[in-house]
Structures are given as C-alpha cells and as structure tokens.
C-alpha cells in the first residue's frame, strides 16, 4: 500500500490557507509564565481571533443565504462559548468584576 503525498490529499490551496491561518492566530511563542492558565489563555485567545475572521470575513462572502446563516450560527456559537471562558477566567484572576 502506497502512502498519500500531502498534495494528492489537499488542494492547491491548502497550503496558501494555512500559512495565513498560521499568520493570523499561529502561536506567538510560550506564554509568560509557562503555566497552564496562560497556555490555556493564550488558545483561547488564539481560537477567538480566528473565529472573528471567520464570523467577519469568510462568512460574509457565502452566497448561498441559508448556507451562510448555518455558518454564521454555528462559528457564533463556538465564540460565545470561548467568550464566557475568557469572562470566566477574568473572573478568577480578580481582574472582571460583574
């Protein structure tokens, strides 16, 4: 049985895609200090800002109404779920007062 080569796998366009979706939410390095709060933060921070590009920029540009609105619910709410993690997080370091 012969392997796949990653480009019998993906399009030619792949490669393209994930370098900018590195550029846009890659890993800035460790965090500072290495603990797992702030690896687990960072993710976070990581994973918020690549479903705002999602929620901002690619989701728009589905033509298809029904189809963009089945995104759109589905990417909005994976962020509410990071957004009250991040709140939640705030919230034990004493820095969110609500």
């Known amino acids: 049985m012969q392997l796949l080569d990653e480009d019998d796998i993906y399009p030619p366009s792949y490669k393209e895609t994930q370098a900018l ?3 846009l939410m890659g890993s800035r390095g460790k965090p500072i200090p290495d603990t797992s709060e702030n690896v687990s933060r960072t993710r ?3 994973v918020k800002a ?3 590009h999602l929620l901002t920029v690619v989701i728009p540009l589905i033509e298809n109404e029904q189809q963009r609105l ?3 619910w589905w990417a909005e709410a994976v962020h509410n779920i990071v957004r009250f993690e991040e709140h939640d997080a705030k919230n034990e370091q004493g820095v969110c007062n609500v």
């Open 44 to 46: 976070l921070i990581r």
């Open 70 to 72: 089945q995104v759109y």
């Open 21 to 23: 979706i590195a550029e």
């Open 50 to 52: 690549g479903l705002l």
